[in-house]
């Protein structure tokens, strides 16, 4: 409890420092996902690991946003006390959803940036048959 809203923004700042690529020389995004999910699952022992990949998904997904994010953060932290540990089968909607909506942020952040998408990369070749029509 002590601390927690400076320990939220010093996860934000990383998270955000990782989606934004300031990390990328250091530590890629992906490394940083997966030592949040060692940290959280190491934290959390009871946390089954597809909560702990949800929540990591979703911490990268609200990033941008930061009353979001801290939201987020609650909600989490209330729902262990709550549920504990549950069947894998109860988050696989969630996960897909999350797993989902990284890739398609991803996707537009790369064709924002000149340079990022190969140039007959497949997105990028059905991006150009909608501009035909």
């Known amino acids: 409890k002590s601390g927690f809203k400076l320990q939220q ?3 934000l700042q990383l998270i955000a420092a990782s989606e934004n690529g300031l990390l990328n020389e250091v530590f890629p995004k992906q490394r940083v996902m997966e030592f949040l ?3 959280i699952g190491k934290s959390f022992p009871t946390l089954h690991r597809s909560q702990a990949e949800i929540f990591v998904l ?7 946003n930061p009353a979001e994010f801290q939201q987020h953060i609650r909600d989490f932290l209330i ?3 709550e549920w504990g540990g ?4 109860l ?3 969630e996960r897909k959803e999350a797993l989902q909506h990284a890739q398609i942020a ?11 998408v190969p140039q007959y ?13």
Not at 58 to 64: L, P, T, V
Not at 106 to 116: A, F, I, N, Y
Not at 121 to 133: G, T, Y
């Open 106 to 116: 991803e996707s537009q952040w790369r064709q924002q940036v000149p340079g990022l």
């Open 58 to 64: 979703q911490c990268f997904n609200k990033a941008r």
């Open 37 to 39: 999910f060692d940290m």
């Open 121 to 133: 990369d497949p997105s990028r070749v059905a991006e150009a048959e909608m501009d035909d029509v």
């Open 86 to 89: 549950q069947e894998d089968t």
């Open 91 to 93: 988050y696989d909607e």
């Open 79 to 81: 729902q262990l006390r």
């Open 9 to 11: 923004q010093i996860m």
